[in-house]
């Protein structure tokens, strides 16, 4: 792969993704207009996500030397010059604020993608130096993406939505600084400044505090009386199942295999993660639009 491309880090635009939720769950999938601009904002998204890895790799690049994968990265590893990195990064901008300006899209979208790059250059400056306030914000970078989903489509956005979009990507985090935290337990060294305020105990405490909310949460969804009528079916904790299901493969890879150092990875290669994914979309789609 390109070193060029790899600083881009494509494969995190999986993320992305979430910008469609908004528009799935209003049973408007099939409205071509709708999914046109949900395209758009995911691509001026991805572009804009780019420029923060971008960003992110420059800023980085002496603590990644440290790290036993990240050094590998191609700022980090001498591939590519910081200053080349901060030309990819101003072109992914202008490419990524183009497309909604020239697209017409709407002003309030902009501005939100706006707020999501000057929150992220914070979190890659200082924010992800505070224990705890790292994981939030990364958190609340989820919630951003379905907020843009929203406005890109206008279509409303439920509080559950919110909530378990919100949940789901604090339980993810967590178990992302706990790889981190057994890199600097077995090795001693501290990729990561903020590593060291946390602990094996508190990081496993949290996830199983984050992983049950996430559950019984979603249970409660599923069952409510509004999500029922909504949707027109008593059917929809059958998708519970499937959500018990990834969280539980996730909790082993991350307490048994300790492999949760790249979510997105994961989703990418692990056959039991994507079929529970897929499975749960699938019975959605089958329950609004069959």
Not at 29 to 36: P, S, V
Not at 82 to 110: D, E, N, Q, R, T
Request: with cysteine.
């Amino acid at each position: 792969m390109s070193p060029y491309i790899q600083l881009l880090r494509p494969h995190q635009w999986v993320k992305n993704t979430f910008v469609f939720l908004p528009l799935f769950f209003s049973g408007q999938f099939y409205n071509r207009h709708l999914l046109y601009v949900s395209i758009v904002a995911f691509i001026a998204y991805s572009f804009v996500s780019s420029a923060i890895y971008c960003f992110n790799d420059i800023y980085d690049a002496d603590m990644d030397r440290l790290h036993p994968t990240k050094r590998k990265r191609p700022i980090a590893s001498g591939a590519i010059s910081k200053k080349a990195g901060f030309i990819l990064m101003a072109l992914c901008l202008v490419i990524g604020f183009s497309l909604l300006y020239f697209l017409k899209m709407p002003v309030s979208l902009m501005l939100l993608l706006g707020f999501y790059f000057v929150m992220n250059i914070a979190y890659c400056v200082k924010l992800k130096q505070i224990s705890i306030i790292d994981v939030l914000i990364l958190s609340f970078g989820f919630v951003l993406r379905i907020l843009a989903g929203g406005l890109a489509t206008d279509v409303w956005i439920s509080e559950w939505i919110i909530v378990m979009t919100f949940l789901l990507a604090l339980f993810l985090a967590f178990a992302k600084r706990r790889d981190d935290f057994m890199i600097y337990e077995h090795t001693g060294i501290v990729a990561r400044k903020n590593i060291v305020t946390y602990n094996a105990e508190f990081l496993n405490a949290a996830l199983i505090m984050t992983s049950t909310i996430t559950i019984v949460a979603y249970i409660l969804y599923a069952v409510s009386p509004e999500v029922t009528s909504r949707f027109g079916s008593h059917y929809v904790y059958i998708t519970a199942l499937f959500v018990l299901a990834g969280i539980l493969r996730y909790l082993q890879l991350t307490f048994v295999l300790e492999k949760s150092g790249n979510p997105t990875q994961i989703l990418l290669k692990d056959p039991f993660i994507q079929i529970s994914i897929l499975g749960w979309i699938g019975t959605f789609a089958f329950i609004m639009y069959l």
